[in-house]
């Protein structure tokens, strides 16, 4: 296989000016999933990966079952024409089914759930009888087989249920309940180490000085890790100095599957970070033709993958939701990996753009009075504007030619999911 770098400079590709698309692909091909299993309750299994197809053992529903409360009949018994009286020989509750054999002439009162008597075929709804002591007179108008739910309608035995590499959800683990099956095997959590970087910052609790700022990009990356299921390991801020860096990457990448850095990747800092970075691994540094989110560093730290994010807030939350959520999603040993859900919806007023770079601008989607949805831009776009991405709800993204967009105009809209 190529290494990180040859791949990504063997082509046409500047890395100063790397398509978002051709990094997608780039990192794609580097993402080996994380092997390692366990076996958890199935309460437990909520949000975790799938290790293994859930097959079902057996037939769901087990027993051909009734979907009303009503009455069992035999369709042969009933009359084509005019109204028919049958004996009601028993019943059959959810739970507690009719022992005997269902005669001629004879029906079984049957609720929601219950086992369809032998002999019987055809549920009548009690709201269609006329019950009289032991007896009921049916009218004419019914269907062979109404009512009925067959054995084996949602699940057959040997089906599989589930599949390896999708993620427990609430409907997962009734269902996984439905078969019996009280323990799965997941994946064990992706861990993930992160430290910001930065001479300017303190964390909350410490009063900045003057041209110190609050480090804000470690609480939104452990926000977006903990909703992708990570295990997270927050390493704090380093000091721009090489030996602290240096000692922080070496930690995160022995303790962890992933690294993810904010700051230090820009004009500037890159050198330093760079060459560190070359002793270390293999990491190749790329100017992605998108905005916000420019610099971004990617490869491989000691075994670990690495992302060198951006350190302007808003670029942070960006390069992670186009390159990092896919790659961690991933290595969680998703597959596939679902995509976010993107559409195209009106933009009720104009938008600034220039060609040459794709654009995540931070959009609200709504719906009018009539149920119609459109979408707005947040206020200022500016890349440190972290509040943009709070009131946003999606990002509006347009294509590198894209010029300037005029309002009315249908635009890509992605819907920031679960991440956020
Ligand atoms: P850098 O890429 O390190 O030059 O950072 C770019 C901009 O992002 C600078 O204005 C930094 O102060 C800001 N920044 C970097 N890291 C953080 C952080 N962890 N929290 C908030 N702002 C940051
Ligand atoms: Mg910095």
Known sequence: MQTIRELSCADDYDPNSMPVAKAREVIARFLDPVSAVERVHVRAGLGRVLAEDITSPLDVPAHD????????????????????TLKVAGN???????????????????MTGGVIPAGADTIVMQ?????????????????????????GEDLTAGQVALKR?????????GLIASLGIGEVMVYRRLRVAFFSTGDELVSVGTVPKEGQIYDSNRYTIHGMLTRLGCEVIDMGVVRDDPALLEQAFRQAAAAADVVITSGGVSVGEADFVKDLLNKLGEV??????????????????????????????????????????????????RDPVPTLPTFK???????????????????ILSQDAGGAWSVRVTGEQGSGVL??????????????????????????????????
């Not at 491989?300 to 939701?321: D, E, R």
Request: hydrophobic share 40%; charged share 20%; glycine share 12%.
């Open 65 to 84: 079952n009734s979907a009303m409360d009503g009455y069992a009949v035999r369709f042969s018994d009933l009359k084509p024409a005019g109204e028919t």
């Open 127 to 151: 709201e269609h009888v006329k019950a009289a002591g032991d007896q009921v007179t049916i009218a004419a108008g019914h269907r062979k087989g109404q009512n009925l739910r067959r054995a």
């Open 387 to 420: 509040r943009s991405m709070s009131e946003a709800n999606c990002f509006i993204i347009l294509p590198t030619e894209q010029g300037n967009v005029s309002a009315g105009t249908l635009v890509d809209v992605q819907v920031m999911d679960g991440v956020v």
């Open 345 to 363: 919806v009106p933009c009720t007023s104009g938008l600034k753009k220039a060609p040459g770079r794709t654009e995540f601008q931070r959009g």
């Open 284 to 333: 190749v540094f790329w100017k992605i033709a998108m905005k916000p989110g420019r610099p971004l560093a990617y490869g491989k730290i000691a075994g670990a993958h690495f992302f060198g994010l951006p350190g302007n807030p808003v670029s942070v939350m960006v390069t992670f939701y186009q390159f990092v959520r896919h790659a961690l999603l991933r290595l969680s040993g």
């Open 92 to 110: 059959a509750f959810a739970g507690a089914p009719f022992a005997g054999a269902m005669q001629p002439g004879e029906c079984v009162r049957i």
């Open 165 to 173: 590499g999708s993620e427990l959800r609430p409907a997962d683990i």
